[in-house]
């Protein structure tokens, strides 16, 4: 076969070691004995030229080295080549999220499933003895997404539970975060809720002229993390700030949640973190999704309503099958409750700003529930496990779960599905009621890794 190589990466993770992650897939793929074609350094922009020269190719293979958002991707299989993608997963180390392939990908499936267009996945290490033979079957069209539609299950309904809720969206979703896009008729029709759209800098310009009475009460909860004071002054004052602004803005809107465009601009143009003041808010059960992701911050607020308890809106980093579990993440915003520990204040590991919080997730029940748009038909989508007490997978707030239907089915689910990258995350077990609310929606619901 001739493979066309797309060896994608962004310049905020760990080059050198995403460097090392290619050179170990090239070899792989070196070794299979197909013609590669394209090229083997890591693209850091989305340049369509590099799509031009791969038009004779058989398959066109998508190397997910770091994350990327999905624009790329997306552009590449509508060339009408088949494609497919392979990610590679990072250890466990306690340290940053160095590469965050695993949620690449998670972008890149979804975005193919709202567009129909098939693809094949795999999710390796390159270094893996399975890997080559794994490698091969995806190569020949053996490793190729189910779309799977979900079941009505025979339980009584549920009404919509969080009538007339309110919104704020701050900013608009980053490109190529499909997984982010909504349209505020249909949301209003399913759901009855109700989308203001605003720009980034009505938030900046009032946490910039907030006087001090209102920063007191997070400075308060700041002055608590025993490590704050390594913070730079600058940044912490402006993270809090945006506490403030957030606050005012909900209690002068009567809103109920906010998404909110986080990057780059709450870093690049206003100087400091909101991933600190998601976390107070949603401690304050006023769930905040980042990434401007509506849906994200309806399913918290409905996850919240079922669970009464604050809720996480978390990344999935990683899936280890051998050790079934996975990896929830956020750089740092996940509501203090959900940790026995002290947290810590930390910065973005990114962009290297304050104000974020660092712990492990407490050991316990959980229930994932994500107000999907997958394959552009809504459905509710579903998981439960545990959170085990492990020492934290990644800095920011992480936690290791083991799901209930086991990381493997998940993970063919995952894709199968077009899940979206964000789930809400919540204490406890809340499948039933949440069956019974897709029920009031008739919509069908996905349990992930339970069989279909």
């Not at 897939?25 to 090229?39: D, N, W």
């Not at 250890?91 to 392939?101: F, H, K, M, S, V």
């Not at 994200?296 to 051998?322: E, I, K, R």
Request: with cysteine; aromatic share 6%; proline share 7%.
């Amino acid at each position: 076969m001739k493979i066309g190589l797309l060896p994608l990466a962004r310049p905020t993770f760990d080059v050198a070691f995403a460097q090392e992650k290619l050179k170990a897939m090239l070899g792989v793929l070196k070794a299979s004995g197909h013609t590669l074609i394209g090229p083997e350094d890591l693209l850091m922009e989305a340049d369509p030229r590099h799509l031009d020269a791969l038009a004779e190719v058989d398959l066109l293979l998508v190397l997910q080295v770091t994350f990327t958002d999905a624009a790329f991707v997306a552009d590449a299989a509508r060339r009408g080549i088949p494609i497919a993608i392979w990610a590679v997963p990072e250890p466990r180390l306690g340290g940053r999220l160095r590469l965050n392939a695993f949620c690449g990908l998670n972008l890149a499936s979804h975005a193919l499933s709202r567009n129909k267009i098939p693809f094949g996945w795999l999710y390796a290490d390159p270094q893996a003895d399975e890997t080559p033979a794994d490698l091969e079957a995806l190569l020949a069209g053996r490793r190729q997404v189910h779309p799977i539609a979900g079941t009505r299950p025979e339980i009584t309904p549920e009404p919509w539970p969080v009538p007339d809720l309110k919104i704020a969206r701050i900013g608009a979703h980053p490109e190529g975060f499909d997984t982010c896009a909504y349209d505020r008729d249909d949301l209003a029709n399913l759901t009855g809720a109700s989308v203001t759209e605003m720009t980034l800098d009505p938030l900046f310009e009032r946490a910039r002229h907030l006087p001090e009475s209102a920063i007191g009460p997070y400075r308060e909860k700041a002055d608590l993390l025993p490590n704050v004071d390594e913070m730079d002054a600058g940044e912490l004052d402006r993270s809090l700030r945006l506490a403030g602004a957030l606050e005012a803005m909900r209690k002068e809107g009567g809103f109920d949640a906010f998404a909110i465009r986080c990057w780059p601009e709450t870093f690049t143009e206003y100087g400091g973190a909101v991933c600190g003041p998601v976390s107070m808010m949603g401690e304050a059960r006023v769930p905040c999704a980042c990434e401007a992701d509506v849906y994200g911050a309806v399913s918290q607020a409905l996850l919240q309503n079922v669970s009464d308890a604050p809720v996480f809106l978390a990344d999935l980093v990683d899936m280890d099958t051998g050790d079934d579990t996975g990896v929830v993440w956020h750089c740092g915003q996940a509501p203090v409750s959900m940790t026995v520990e002290t947290p810590r204040a930390t910065v973005h590991t990114n962009r290297k700003q304050a104000l974020l919080f660092e712990f492990a997730l407490k050991p316990g029940r959980v229930t994932f529930l994500r107000l999907s748009q997958a394959f552009g038909t809504p459905r509710i989508i579903i998981a439960t496990g545990e959170i085990l007490a492990r020492d934290m997978a990644f800095t920011g707030t992480s936690g290791v779960v083991r799901f209930d239907h086991g990381a493997e089915a998940v993970l063919r689910d995952i894709m199968d599905s077009g899940l979206e990258h964000h789930m809400a995350l919540a204490y406890g077990d809340h499948a039933e009621r949440l069956r019974a609310i897709g029920a009031g929606l008739d919509l069908p619901v996905i349990e992930l890794g339970a069989a279909q």
